[in-house]
């Protein structure tokens, strides 16, 4: 048996009484004082996550751009230096490789930031998918950096006098190089949580030190350390994808909902004939929200039922849980189109018994205008 790995800040967790478990391959927190807490802090306050577990790839040469284009769904070809994008890694059978933000460093060069469960299978897809490119390289450097999450509508006001930039000028989905606490770090105006909120990305060394020093900024504003089960509900709430759970090697994006990131004026891309034909042809099932009729959690994997007493499950439930922020059971699933409609009742499986939930919009939350 391998030992999980450790992030730069796992003395910091421990000492702050984070409550460790095994989560792809990394020790990390799942929660400091209760998830509730902590969900509440970033929607109300703000809340520091430590997603050093997440892979970081660099796609280099004259060729960067052209290759970036062909692995991924989404167009790129608008991107300017300092921008992100979120976007799929396709397979040729147009299903998911991984979800993954792109980051435009130059016109040569390209940061991927990928799931940490998926990190090893993407580096080792684009390496030898690279292979066949001239002009290009790629670098899994994922164990130089560490990556610190400051979310919430005070993220900002908490972060800013510890950077050397002016965060008010960062628009969403766009990053700089700047310092932070004395070090360099590219500051992204990125996240998981539906909140606003800053993702830090910083060598392994000075982590610690930023950690400690937005704590001390944050904490008489409400800030708290955060762990994985409040990133669980936070971005459950907010409709973004997880992998594993709700889109994985077997879902398109077409059926994820995910169709927005599928550009197809682009020009070729790995998986498009595929997909081009599931649009044409229809879809057979797509993936949608679900809010509890009757008593009950739907957790994933639990299968889904048309009406009370089918034999066979017409689907699964892929995430679900208490809602923190709404105080309902909700969840997600793939179901028959035909069952998609807002309003249909169907049916899952809690353990024994099966329980009525409705098909509802999603997303479940969306942060207050400013």
């Known amino acids: 048996m391998t030992q999980p790995r450790r992030t730069a800040l796992y003395d910091e967790h421990v000492s702050a009484g984070g409550r460790m478990v095994e989560f792809a391959g990394f020790e990390l927190p799942v929660q400091y004082s209760s998830l509730v807490e902590e969900h509440t802090a970033v929607r109300t306050r703000a809340g520091l996550f430590d997603v050093s577990h997440m892979g970081e790839i660099f796609i280099t040469g004259p060729g960067a751009f052209d290759f970036v284009q062909l692995v991924s769904c989404n167009d790129h070809s608008r991107m300017t230096v300092g921008r992100a994008q979120y976007t799929g890694l396709m397979y040729p059978q147009g299903t998911f490789v991984d ?218 439930c892929t995430s679900g849980t208490q809602s923190p922020t709404l105080g309902k059971a909700l969840g997600l699933a793939y179901l028959p189109l035909e069952a998609t409609e807002e309003g249909t009742e169907f049916f899952v499986e809690i353990r024994t018994r099966r329980a009525a939930a409705k098909v509802v919009p999603t997303p479940f939350y969306s942060r207050p205008e400013k």
């Open 99 to 316: 979800d993954t933000l792109v980051h435009k460093l130059a016109d040569d060069e390209y940061l991927l930031v990928v799931n940490a469960a998926n990190r090893e299978k993407d580096a080792t897809y684009l390496m030898e998918l690279a292979a066949d490119h001239d002009g290009v390289e790629v670098r899994d450097e994922s164990d130089n950096w560490s990556q610190l999450a400051i979310q919430g509508p005070l993220a900002q006001e908490i972060l800013q006098p510890l950077a050397s930039t002016d965060l008010s000028e960062l628009k969403y989905y766009r990053f700089v190089f700047a310092e932070v606490c004395g070090h360099r770090a590219m500051v992204a105006r990125t996240g998981y949580t539906g909140e606003d909120g800053f993702e830090v990305y910083i060598a392994n060394g000075a982590a610690p030190e930023v950690w400690r020093a937005i704590l001390a900024k944050g904490r008489p504003k409400g800030l708290l350390p955060a762990g994985l089960g409040a990133r669980d509900t936070l971005r459950f709430e907010a409709g973004m994808s997880l992998y594993g759970n709700d889109i994985d090697d077997t879902t398109t994006p077409l059926e994820a909902g995910l169709g927005w990131i599928v550009k197809f004026k682009k020009g070729d891309f790995i998986g498009r004939d595929i997909l081009e034909r599931q649009k044409e042809d229809g879809l057979d099932r797509k993936l949608v929200g679900f809010e509890m009729v009757d008593r009950g959690i739907a957790r994933h994997g639990y299968p889904v039922f048309l009406a009370e007493d089918d034999d066979e499950p017409a689907g699964h």
